[in-house]
């Protein structure tokens, strides 16, 4: 629905495929006040995670809608932002016209978000949005699948084309890798990048994926625009050992979810959903072996092997932390003498989830700047 | 890849891919290709309801159909085990466990303990268990706790197609004999499941649902009346945790005393019959290990001390049901 110029509807986000609805947990501001883009406007829970929605206008808060408690469809409207000199009357005008989209059929929303394509290295599940801009590949790090991009893929496709892809190994790719470790990976996103025809993209890589965006620089810098790395691996030694080993050892419910702690800054986005679906990943038959072998061959020691930062100097490239990253310390940002960085407060490994459009702001200019 | 799949679909996956994995996994038991004399085409039936269909056009005569003798196949399925094969026999209905429990748990049951480890018994004993079938009171009884009593055995009982296909590649994978029941009333329920083979482990109850008021612990066909009972009372703002046990040996304590610690209330919900059963064992074990945790006795909903009726009325009033474990749960809110 088309909104008048100077009223900005907030509305209930829709956070990976299978999110219908939403709790509104809480209003984390009062009617009344002045919001700013990036401002954390509400507390929304869904069954899989919790996550503050963070204003994409700014305006005033001129009405909650919405009551904190209750359970609302995706796309309903929350709230009502609004400049001080637009009238109440154009306001509850807005209000009483607003109807929620209805939403896609289930299963044409499954079969269009989710793909899979056969390359060179085997079957690649992927999700793509938006039709026009830039080409942008979305690379998860160990252990993770394109959901590690939740909050931030439909962002980005507002101005992009955007690719999130799951590894080999990892999701619902081919479990087996070729040859595990960063040019293994490396040459699997080139597979996925020249079976969809892509010429060149910009890489944004998270944890691994970014040693893994930073390894296609290295090798064939003429695929990349440019790079955004999140809670990068490859940029120094350290690296949380216990993390990795307790990641690949857990079997269980009990004993993966410390392990998983270590991920955030706030401990209460880890709830049994999040702990559960990696479960069911962990338990499928090659991925124990795959993360066995991608460890030993990336981790050597306690240390991270392959230290890239040096060979991507020439490239555009974002670096985006967590100030409170306990697998991958955000001093490694400092080995990015020519880079763009930002240590984002308050967010742990998985920023990009935890502050997501803080993160989303800054991918979006590097990648349109 | 995940598609929606059927609990019986399932099972006949997960054997179908042990079998493609491993050339020592064999399947027996009473018609399981098509019955005696069937010339074993690819439509012949696959079992009374057809859980093992297509598999002997795929894997031949590593399927067989055995003569009408439990104490035979059974006995020949856990002396095959010990001697380095991996059979999946099909006892159809655990009812008929009355014929083979000798072979069960006087053999199976005890070869690791009596040779001090030095045997293994990597036998898989599938069987159809409990009510609402119609089938009258030989072949419709939860006889869960008779093997669950038993050390030396382990006992599975799934409640949905995700878990049945993970729990028996598991039970498959196993070194020690593995009873696995199936809920015959489930056989139709869909659920996402994995494309890929997986397992998983036993000895980890599944969480359905969060809640901090009561504690509802349950398996097989059970766990969906204890969901939807509470679903009803979370319309009464009554949060209920409910706790798939998933395999009753071995069992999840652990679980269900972190539940309980939170909630302070449980009902324990089977389809057995109520003395000796499931219900009684957790009840005990809760009240004897979280005894200051608990604010109301615990509940127990089960089957009455009676033979499963044949009359449809009486057996759908037989079988507990989501108004019952309401009720339990209104009790232990009532103290």
Known sequence: MKSPANITPVLMPKWGLSMTKGLLSDWLVEEGTRISIGDEIMEVETDKIASAVEATDEGVLRRCVAVAGETYPVQALMGVLAAEEVGDADIDAFIDAYEVPQAEDDEDAETSQYEFV??????IRYALRGDEGPVVVLIHGFGGDLDNWLFNIDALAEKTRVYAIDLPGHGQSIKQIEDPGLSGLANAVRAFMSTVEIDSAHLVGHSMGAAVAATVVSETPDLVQSLSLVSAAGLGVEINSAYIDGFVAAVSRRELKPVLLNLFADPSLVNRAMVDELLK??????VGDAL????????VDGRQKTILAEQISDLRTLVVWGSEDRV????HAINMKSAKVEVIEGAGHMVQMEKASRVNHLILAHILG | MARNLSFKDA??????????RDPTVIVMGEDIVGGTGSPGEADAWGGVLGVTKGLYAKHGDRLMDTPLSESAYIGAAVGAATCGLRPVAELMFLDFLGVCFDQIFNQAAKFRYMFGGKAETPVTIRAMVGGGFRAAAQHSQMLTPIITHIPGLKVVCASNAYDAKGLLIQSIRDNDPVIFCEHKNLYAHEVDVPEESYTIPFGEANIMRDGSDVTIVAYGLMVHRASEAAALLAGDGVECEVIDLRTLSPIDTETIIESVEKTGRLVCVDEANPRCSIAADVCATISQESFASLKAAPQMVTAPHSPVPFSPALEDLYIPGAGQIVDAVRKTLEA
């Open chain 2, 11 to 20: 099972i006949n996956e997960a054997l179908d891919q042990e079998m493609s």
């Open chain 1, 328 to 331: 991958i310390p955000a001093s």
């Open chain 1, 292 to 299: 066995t072998h991608l460890a030993s061959n990336l981790f």
């Open chain 1, 281 to 286: 990943y962990k338990r499928l038959d090659g």
């Open chain 1, 118 to 123: 056969e390359t060179s290295v085997g079957r």
